[in-house]
């Protein structure tokens, strides 16, 4: 008898199982899958590439980016599934099988990017290496989270926010007397106040508190990437994302100096409550003996590439004559009142003649000239 009912309660559980089986695959092909759009902010999801050729490139995903998506009635703590959503270069697909399904009503839904195993929801440790364009996407930790009944084709809007601030660092000139063609930067190092997002745990505060020196994304000054160990110079850009957070006037950049035979490091140092979302670009006088902030431009990061982009405007005089040089393009590549000058005055055949001493006395006009503003100036490039 007993053995009967034990079959029976077998069966039972069988059918239940099967039962169970046939109602998921009836829901996924019922079109109650949840599909996922992926936004940052108000803006297309920009992808972190420096290689992109054009702006609409530069905001386009590539084949296999991932995001992690949670959903649920109450709080985050209280998430009842989660599904990793993978970019096909047109749209997002649940992976592995496994996916979300509608529940006909409002409902709370979570997402990060990217996925690893230093990200979750809560927690997003920042990468040290951020010298190639897969280690800068890996530090690009965002998150999303909205209450929503899914739209008639089932789709949510996710609106990614920037948990990272954006640092570039741009070389924009050398003391004068530094060789820009032997004098070479040998290391520069991007010090983030904090360790990841959020910059505070309270199992474990050491963790978030403490400062993370982050090796930077390098570009030369024709923008093209060069590979961790590469000597900069003039025009160089050193990029980084950091996690943010009041900085006192503590160690924001290290660089190492190699002049003749000697190397010399040195230091800036920041004062700054750093917001995220935000890039801010700092431009650095490299000397002998110290390295002074020539210019700082904070703006908004959302709509703008990760990497790319000249290190600044800087004249080539090289062929020029002094009819060529004329106020109004002088004006072109004078900015923030500053003038940075590159190339040979004169010609190949014969530098430092007629031509090149009235080009070089037309530039030298100019900055003298009050009206037009120039403080700061730099010949270290041209020869």
């Known amino acids: 008898m007993n053995t009967f009912k034990y079959f029976i ?49 530069q905001k386009q995903f590539s084949n296999g980016d991932i995001i ?31 996916y979300l399904v509608s529940p006909g009503s409002a409902y709370n839904y979570w997402g990060y990017y990217p996925v690893n195993d ?26 999303a989270s909205t209450n929503a009944k899914a739209q008639a084709d089932n789709s949510v809007n996710l609106s990614f926010e920037r948990t990272r601030t954006l640092i570039k660092v741009k070389i924009a000139g050398y003391g004068s007397e530094l060789d820009p063609s032997t004098d070479k930067i040998t290391n520069l190092t991007i010090f983030s106040p904090s360790s990841g997002y959020p910059n505070t745990n309270a199992t474990n505060p050491d963790i978030m508190y403490k400062t993370r020196p982050i090796v ?13 160990g590469s000597e900069g110079g ?10 943010p957070k009041y900085k006192e006037a503590e160690k924001l950049i290290e660089l190492t100096l190699r002049h003749g035979n000697e190397s010399k490091t040195m230091a800036v140092n920041f004062d700054c409550d750093f917001t995220n979302s935000v890039l801010y670009t700092i431009e650095l ?9 020539a210019n700082v431009t904070v703006s908004d990061w959302a709509e703008q590439d990760i990497t790319g982009g000249k290190a600044g405007t800087v004249l080539d005089v090289t062929g020029k004559t002094a009819e060529d040089l004329t106020d109004e393009l002088l004006s072109q590549y004078c900015e923030n009142n500053r003038l940075i000058v590159k190339g040979e005055f004169g010609t190949e055949s014969e530098p430092y003649n007629n031509i090149g001493i009235l080009a070089f006395a037309k530039i030298a006009g100019y900055i ?10 730099d010949f270290s490039q041209t020869t």
């Open 9 to 57: 309660c077998a069966i039972i559980t069988v059918l239940s199982l099967a039962a169970c089986s046939s109602d998921n695959e009836m829901t996924a092909t019922d079109g109650n899958v949840i599909k996922i759009n992926a936004s940052i902010g108000k803006s297309l999801f920009t992808r972190t590439n420096p290689l992109a050729t054009d702006q609409e490139e």
């Open 68 to 98: 992690n998506v949670l959903t649920g009635t109450g709080s985050l703590l209280y998430a009842k599934a989660s599904a990793q959503y993978q970019y096909n270069g047109s749209s997002w697909s649940p992976l592995g099988g496994k």
């Open 118 to 143: 230093s990200t979750s929801m809560t927690l997003g440790m920042l990468t040290i290496d951020q010298s190639t364009l897969e280690g800068l996407q890996s530090a690009d930790y965002m998150r």
């Open 216 to 228: 930077p994304y390098i570009q030369d000054a024709d923008g093209q990437y060069q590979p961790k």
């Open 234 to 243: 003039v025009g160089y850009c050193y990029t980084a994302l950091i996690a």
């Open 285 to 293: 006088i490299v000397g002998n003996d110290e390295v002074k902030v």
């Open 368 to 377: 003298r000239n009050t009206a037009n503003n120039v403080k700061y100036f």
